[in-house]
């Protein structure tokens, strides 16, 4: 099965930072993988997919590249709203396996 | 714009079976397809199961395939996650989502608010 591999597990930033993800495949994925965000006691949030496309109405400051093993998703100019756990998933195949995820939390 | 409510969570014992259900609202259910995640408490994300809107294609992670069965009623607009023999580590909110445009391939855009499993003697 397809192993994710999602650094670093947590992260401290002040608002208006940039902060980057990365995430990688055990065997290529092409470009299908996700990013999301999900905030204490609620469901996980979809804001981009197949690596960059962000989702209608995720702000821009949000942003994914790559592709095959190696990804990366960015935050640029963090907002006190951006604090919350990320999470890639691979859905090139199933099962569609999750990161372990990040937390990023106010430094 | 759709919405999914789970339901059928709840306190099971070790070996115990528990079916899960997951109804949307809205039209075109059966051009979507579903799938089921899980969170244990304190944990990530984990995928458990998927199903196409047909019904014709499914699939399962190692640690549930064989012990959990996937299905939709087209008819009800729901979607259900049958668990039998389940152990401590099922213990989770179980989320049912949909795919981004029906797709496998585009990750999961609508969410349940989740229902939780716990299970323990």
């Known amino acids: 099965d397809m192993q994710m591999t999602q650094s670093p597990s947590s992260l401290s930033a002040s608002v208006g930072d940039r902060v980057a993800i990365t995430c990688r495949a055990s065997?290529?994925?092409?470009?299908?993988l996700n990013w999301y965000q999900q905030k204490p006691g609620k469901a996980p949030k979809l804001l981009i997919y197949?690596?960059?496309r962000l989702r209608s109405g995720v702000p821009s400051r949000f942003s994914g590249s790559g592709s095959g093993t190696d990804f990366t998703f960015t935050i640029t100019g963090l907002q006190p709203d951006d604090f919350a756990t990320y999470y890639c998933?691979?859905?090139?195949?199933?099962?569609?396996?999750f990161g372990q995820g990040t937390r990023v939390d106010i430094k | 714009e759709i919405q999914l409510l789970e339901s059928g969570g709840g306190l099971v014992q070790p070996g115990g079976s528990l079916r899960l259900s997951c109804t949307a609202s809205?039209?075109?259910?059966?051009?979507?397809?579903m799938t089921w995640v899980r969170q244990g408490p304190g944990k990530g994300l984990e995928w458990v199961s998927e199903?196409?809107?047909?019904?014709?294609?499914?699939g399962y992670a190692d640690s549930v395939k064989g012990r959990f069965t996937i299905s939709r009623d087209n008819s009800k607009n729901t979607l259900y996650l049958q668990m039998s023999s389940l152990r401590a580590e099922d213990t989770a909110t179980y989320y049912c989502?949909?795919?981004?445009?029906?797709?496998?391939?585009?990750?999961?855009?609508?969410w349940g608010q989740g229902t939780t499993v716990t299970v323990s003697s």
């Open positions: 197949e690596a960059s």
């Open positions: 998933q691979q859905s090139s195949s199933a099962p569609r396996t």
């Open positions: 989502a949909q795919y981004f445009q029906g797709s496998f391939y585009y990750g999961m855009d609508v």
């Open positions: 065997q290529s994925i092409s470009n299908y």
């Open positions: 199903m196409s809107g047909s019904g014709g294609r499914t």
């Open positions: 809205g039209s075109a259910f059966n051009t979507y397809a």
